[in-house]
């Protein structure tokens, strides 16, 4: 289950939230990496907590 972007939107303008540091969303996308069972199994584990786009790469390094 996604939460809808406005939701988290009223919550981080309300102070109930606070937004995620990039090393924290880094972290957890390598955790989740680890975790996976392969790369589509991570792609989608990574869209559903809404990191998919967090640490991504448009070239793979050399």
Do not use: F, S, W
Not at 4 to 23: E, M, S, V
Request: net charge neutral; with cysteine; charged share 25%.
């Amino acid at each position: 289950m996604t939460i809808p972007p406005q939701l988290d939107q009223r919550r981080l303008a309300a102070g109930a939230a606070k937004p995620n540091t990039p090393a924290e969303r880094r972290a957890a996308t390598l955790y989740i990496a680890t975790c996976a069972h392969d790369a589509d199994d991570c792609a989608r584990l990574l869209d559903m907590l809404g990191l998919a786009t967090a640490n991504a790469r448009t070239e793979v390094p050399a």
